[in-house]
């Protein structure tokens, strides 16, 4: 802060004190303003990171959110050169699934400055001179050398998964340091968005595969259910008529009084009997099989009934007997009277 005059001795020490006390107000005051400007830069600056993450809190697919992130980045920072780069630990290559204003094709991981940020975990700021500065870092360049670079990692889950960058061709000092801080807030709030994807579409891949699983099941059970009622109806039709045959032609010409003949024409019957009874059950475990997939469906209606235990009891006895014909074992049952 400085005064002039053209008389001699104009200013007298209190002219100096009074200069100093109003350079050192001025200071203060370029201090607050300077201070001000800043806090009005910041949170202009988170203004921004909120509504960019809560426009990506509502993307779940993929390439939606690689999309959104794209666009944003290169409007926010007014570059004419963006690039969205994501590292395939498979192949081990990094593609980039977005670009705007120079296509680049993947590249092997382990060339170029975006493996070199990936690699580091930090981000590269380079205002000009980028040839060159690449070079001393022993990176190998690839594509054409831009005039000004910012680069920051993508984090996700404890691993870095890519990287955001913006680039100017012909314009030197194009980034700051607040730019760079600005990139890596919203490079941490695409790690969480990406991570995010990247599990829906896993359990979107998941479930389609369980309902294809469910309907080739329930397929696969119609098909067998039909063929064993298929086969099941003229076992048991054929056993029916066996049984009527026996009961109205055959067995009335064996003569009576006979002990073993009673006993033989006594086990056939039961015999028959058993394979019908054995044979209907079969057909209702069939039922139970097609009303299981209802009930997965949400389409089975219940039929309540009441059961006779004692009628069950005998069913099962008649259907084991068999089992010991001509061995040294007797099967022996008793059934309450009272059962409910």
């Not at 981000?123 to 690449?134: S, Y």
């Not at 340091?177 to 790690?191: I, K, N, Y």
């Not at 139970?288 to 069950?312: C, H, Q, R, Y």
């Amino acid at each position: 802060m400085t005064v002039q005059s053209f008389q001699k001795k104009a200013y007298r020490e209190q002219h100096v004190g009074l200069l100093q006390s109003l350079a050192a107000y001025t200071a203060i005051a370029l201090d607050n303003a300077g201070a001000y400007g800043l806090v009005k830069a910041r949170e202009t600056e988170l203004a921004t990171i909120n509504r960019f993450v809560s426009q990506l809190a509502e993307k779940l697919d993929l390439n939606s959110v690689i999309q959104l992130v794209g666009d944003q980045t290169r409007e926010l920072f007014r570059a004419p050169i963006a690039h969205v780069a994501l590292l395939d630990r498979a192949t081990m290559m990094v593609h980039f699934p977005y670009s705007f204003g120079d296509e680049v094709e993947p590249i092997p991981f382990g060339k170029g400055i975006t493996s070199q940020v990936i690699q580091s975990r930090q981000p590269i700021l380079m205002n000009h001179d980028v040839a060159g500065n690449t070079a001393r870092m022993g990176v190998e360049r690839l594509g054409r050398a831009a005039a000004a670079y910012l680069g920051v990692p993508i984090p996700a889950a404890g691993v870095i998964i890519g990287v955001i960058r913006v680039q100017s061709m012909d314009e030197d000092n194009r980034f700051t340091e607040a730019d760079q801080r600005l990139l890596a807030t919203v490079a941490s709030a695409v790690g969480v968005a990406i991570h995010n994807a990247r599990l829906f579409e896993e359990a979107r891949q998941a479930r389609a595969a369980a309902e294809e699983a469910d309907a080739a099941k329930s397929s696969f059970l119609s098909t067998v259910s039909h063929e064993l009622r298929t086969a099941l109806t003229s076992v048991l039709g054929f056993a029916k008529i066996i049984r009527r045959r026996l009961e109205e032609r055959l067995l009335p010409l064996i003569p009576d009084g006979d002990r073993k003949l009673e006993q033989a024409k006594r086990q056939v019957v039961e015999n028959v009997d058993v394979v019908v009874a054995e044979g209907s059950r079969l057909t209702k475990l069939i039922d139970d099989v097609l009303d299981l997939a209802k009930i997965e469906a949400g389409k089975f209606t219940w039929n309540m009934e009441s059961v006779a235990v004692p009628e069950l009891i005998e069913r099962a006895v008649m259907s084991t007997s068999s089992l010991f014909d001509g061995k040294q074992v007797q099967l022996v049952h008793e059934v309450a009277g009272n059962l409910p």
